[in-house]
């Protein structure tokens, strides 16, 4: 299933819809997280006025050098464990908004084309073969990244947490496998990251069943589960982010996250 949450002029205050083959969304009652409800009234994608976060998570965790192509643009060393940093649930956007460049850091602002996944049930101590069992989706996402405070401050946390540096979206899609996965990052039309998600160094499963032997990961959390190469910090010349740059994240599967760059 394909599950988009969006507003319209019928649902100013936002819901859910399953997309169909032809494009149309079937509203359904309740979240993301519980049993579908079908309602019957179908809107088309015209009839969206603004798209919406397709989950609210309560932690956002994102996975560091998670692509054997990154690691070596970066001439880094693969790593024993995944390397965890938290991001903050205020920088998570939606499709088609502005990803804001900040005031006190907008000279240089990177993108990261990423693989998300939307955890379904609380996971605690769970085996890399039962961890499937508790994702209950994928999305797109964009971990925005401010690289001079990254560097200033000797870790990722606040580089990575500023408000709109988390676009996700459009979709949740439930059924697909995500091991071999085409991902793309486009800046202004142009290709700038082509990998797939097969150059992991460590897989979703793995993911999940290591962030949950150190602590408990509820319903709607999301994994941000790292990005391949191509960042703009590692172009010769670097590429940042400018005003009016459009960024588009397309992940097989799932769809394209598509956001324009403003200054703050």
């Not at 998570?57 to 938290?86: S, W």
């Not at 998300?116 to 499937?132: D, I």
Request: with cysteine; proline share 7%; hydrophobic share 40%.
């Amino acid at each position: 299933m394909r599950f988009v949450r969006f507003v319209s002029s019928e649902y100013a205050a936002g819901v859910y819809g399953l997309v169909r083959e032809d494009g149309a969304v079937e509203v359904i009652r309740g979240g993301l997280l519980d049993p579908v409800e079908r309602t019957g009234r179908i809107l088309q994608e015209s009839d969206i006025v603004r798209y919406l976060p397709p989950v609210d998570p309560p932690n956002l965790l994102c996975i560091g050098l998670n692509y054997v192509d990154h690691a070596r643009e970066t001439n880094q060393k693969l790593p024993e464990a995944p390397l965890l940093f938290i991001a903050a649930t205020t920088a998570v956007t939606s499709h088609l908004s502005n990803i804001v460049l900040p005031r006190v850091a907008p000279d240089q602002v990177d993108y990261e084309a990423e693989l998300c996944v939307v955890v379904g049930r609380e996971a605690r101590q769970v085996s890399a073969e039962h961890a499937p069992g508790y994702v209950f989706g994928y999305t797109c996402g964009n971990d925005v990244s401010a690289r001079d405070c990254q560097a200033r401050d000797g870790q990722w946390a606040r580089a990575k947490s500023f408000d709109t540096f988390a676009p996700l979206g459009p979709y949740v899609v439930t059924d697909i496998d995500p091991s071999n996965l085409a991902i793309r990052m486009r800046l202004n039309g142009r290709v700038l990251q082509d990998s797939s998600t097969a150059e992991m160094v460590f897989n979703v499963a793995a993911l999940v069943s290591h962030l949950s032997q150190g602590m408990t990961l509820k319903p709607g959390t999301v994994i941000m589960t790292g990005t391949p190469a191509g960042i703009g910090q590692r172009r010769d010349p670097p590429v940042f982010l400018r005003p009016g740059d459009v960024c588009e994240v397309e992940i097989e599967g799932i769809g394209t996250l598509r956001n324009t760059v403003v200054a703050e």
